[in-house]
């Protein structure tokens, strides 16, 4: 069975910086899309970044030269480093995974339970 554990996340002020980890157990963590996805308070779940098998990497739009995804295949972690944080980054962040390539994915068929990221001005 596939579990996602992510950790890290945390309280800062605007403009630091927080370094999310998703520790995966049981998958061959390589063949996988790995993606990290948020979700604020009253809003709906939003795509942040993925990488896939081949450690291409896509981000959304507001994240963009900020937060970089990254894996260590060899220890099975998936990292997401955000930097110039922003209190619209306030939000629960969760690592999701898919047996597959990110553009075949439409909904990723692994979750963690999630990291709280809070971001005050």
């Known amino acids: 069975q596939v579990q996602l554990l992510e950790s890290g996340g945390g309280s800062v002020q605007a403009g630091g910086s927080l370094r999310l980890s998703c520790t995966v157990s049981?998958?061959?963590?390589?063949?996988?899309?790995m993606g990290w996805f948020r979700q604020g308070s009253g809003e709906d779940r939003e795509g942040v970044a993925r990488?896939?098998?081949?450690?291409?990497?896509t981000y959304a739009e507001s994240v963009k030269g900020r937060f970089t995804i990254s894996k260590d295949d060899a220890k099975n972690i998936l990292y997401l480093q955000m930097n110039s944080l922003k209190p619209e980054d306030t939000a629960m962040y969760f690592c999701a995974a898919d047996p597959d390539w990110c553009t075949s994915v439409r909904e990723f068929l692994y979750w963690g339970q999630g990291a709280q990221v809070i971001v005050s001005s």
């Open positions: 990488i896939d098998l081949d450690y291409s990497t």
């Open positions: 049981g998958a061959v963590y390589s063949n996988y899309c």
